[in-house]
């Protein structure tokens, strides 16, 4: 494919950089994801000035332009490709947000013309069972995981470390921590499609 002659040494460099990870090359996803990890998440993070969030959307950007790299063209820069997928994917997600705010908030105003509690402070057991279940289901998918994809997934959502905290855990640097949990996720993604197909 014909490279845009405007493009900067840079962007040239990107490019061959995404022709190696079409091609599987696990270090070109890893110096990708370094060289615009930082901009990606500052970017977001006045976004939705919530740094967790923040830190998710910025996995979630990747994710999604590693999983449609090949749909790259180098008709203009990396970089304006992948912050629009992450601007893109930012709005969906304050949108949704908006969204289930708004929900609550009905459902408030429903339950208060009712004279009914918003919420009862005993446990119901059925919820107790269902969320166990969920659980259960999620540890079963996760444990077909190769064992370190599986203990990224563990340690990130089981019991909620940061990337920094599961960078010294494994003794692993950061951007090697976040591009596997990126694959990792993909691969979840998948064993949960196959168990459900109504999974979107």
């Known amino acids: 494919m014909e490279i845009n002659p405007n493009l900067s040494e840079?962007?040239?460099?990107?490019?061959?950089?995404?022709?190696?990870a079409i091609k599987g090359h696990e270090k070109a996803y890893a110096e990708l994801l370094d060289r615009y990890k930082d901009a990606i998440y500052y970017m977001l993070l006045k976004m939705v000035n919530n740094k967790s969030d923040a830190e998710d959307l910025?996995?979630?950007?990747?994710?999604?332009?590693?999983?449609?790299?090949e749909q790259y063209t180098p008709n203009y820069a990396f970089s304006t490709w992948l912050f629009k997928i992450a601007t893109n994917n930012c709005i969906d997600f304050i949108r949704k947000k908006k969204a289930n705010l708004?929900?609550?908030?009905?459902?408030s105003d429903d339950?208060?013309?009712?004279?009914?509690?918003l919420q009862s402070d005993s446990p119901d057991p059925e919820e107790d069972m269902i969320k166990s279940q969920r659980v259960a289901l999620m540890r079963n998918v996760v444990?077909?995981?190769?064992?370190?994809?599986?203990?990224l997934i563990e340690l990130r959502y089981f019991r909620e470390f940061s990337y920094e905290e599961i960078a010294a855990?494994?003794?692993?640097?950061?951007?090697?921590?976040?591009?596997?949990?990126?694959r990792a996720r993909e691969?979840?993604?998948?064993?949960?499609?196959?168990?459900?197909?109504?999974?979107?």
Do not use: C, M, W
């Open 10 to 20: 840079k962007g040239k460099h990107d490019y061959k950089l995404v022709l190696l």
């Open 58 to 69: 910025t996995i979630e950007a990747f994710g999604k332009a590693f999983k449609n790299i």
């Open 102 to 107: 708004v929900s609550l908030d009905q459902n």
């Open 111 to 117: 339950q208060d013309n009712l004279g009914t509690p």
């Open 143 to 151: 444990s077909k995981l190769k064992p370190r994809y599986r203990t």
């Open 169 to 182: 855990e494994l003794n692993l640097p950061i951007g090697t921590v976040k591009a596997q949990l990126f």
């Open 187 to 200: 691969l979840l993604y998948n064993i949960l499609k196959s168990v459900n197909p109504n999974i979107k």
